[in-house]
């Protein structure tokens, strides 16, 4: 082989190595945006747990706590709808969910309801059921494909977070369910509602009250986003 042939394969090894290199350094450089929706706020209370304490202070300490605990996370970008005790309506939530297009939308609430025997954590995925359009085929397959891939992802992340909340409240899971919300209504982004326990239930009113809990609702949810993305 000729010096000439050599130092071309050499050059091609190199510069494969350094795509290679680099594509890695992209994609590890990722930064996936996860978007938490502490659900009310302001006027709009939500339930009530005890005389000054409401559904949208509960959400809030979690919603906060979460983003605290993936502080640390090179990529990892948590973006909350409020951070404060302020009045927005599903439009103002929808519209942030627009803008920011992140990789990943959680909404955090308490239950109601259903007697005071109801307790534990229920959570909620999306349909994203097919809206009527005169878009052409290319479109319209492209769009399914996208909202396959949102319910899928919606479903695994479902999954991982019944998981993490199962163990921190043993046998208190109510299950997977399949629901839209006004928040995310003909929006293609992976989305997940959690209710994280019943404030008409003594005893889950009582963790969900409980500044300890709270934090241990957010690690847990933390940990499932960590473990959706790796």
């Not at 005890?50 to 605290?68: P, Q, R, S």
């Not at 309506?89 to 990943?104: S, Y």
């Not at 369910?177 to 994280?196: C, F, Q």
């Amino acid at each position: 082989m000729s010096n000439k042939k050599k130092i071309f394969i050499l050059l091609g090894v190199v510069i494969s190595l350094i795509i290679l290199t680099a594509s890695g350094s992209f994609a590890a450089g990722k930064k996936r945006i996860i978007l938490i929706d502490p659900a009310h706020g302001g006027k709009e209370q939500g339930v009530k747990l005890t005389g000054d304490v409401y559904e949208k202070n509960i959400t809030l300490a979690v919603a906060l706590a979460v983003k605290k605990e993936l502080a640390g996370e090179n990529n990892i970008e948590i973006i909350l709808t409020r951070d404060s005790d302020k009045t927005m309506d599903p439009e103002e939530r929808k519209k942030i969910i627009e803008k920011v297009n992140p990789d990943f939308f959680i909404s955090l609430h308490v239950n109601g309801g259903f007697g005071k025997d109801a307790s534990g954590f229920e959570l909620y995925y999306p349909t994203f059921a097919e809206e009527m359009s005169a878009e052409g085929k290319a479109a319209k397959d492209s769009k399914a494909q996208l909202r396959n891939k949102c319910q899928n992802d919606s479903l695994k992340m479902a999954k991982v977070v019944q998981d993490n909340l199962g163990s921190l409240f043993p046998r208190k899971g109510r299950g997977l369910r399949k629901a839209d919300s006004p928040v995310t209504e003909n929006l293609l982004v992976p989305a997940l509602s959690v209710e994280m326990g019943f404030a008409t239930n003594s005893e889950d009113k009582k963790k969900l009250l409980s500044v300890k809990t709270q934090t241990d609702i957010a690690k847990s949810l933390a940990k499932s986003v960590k473990t959706f993305f790796r």
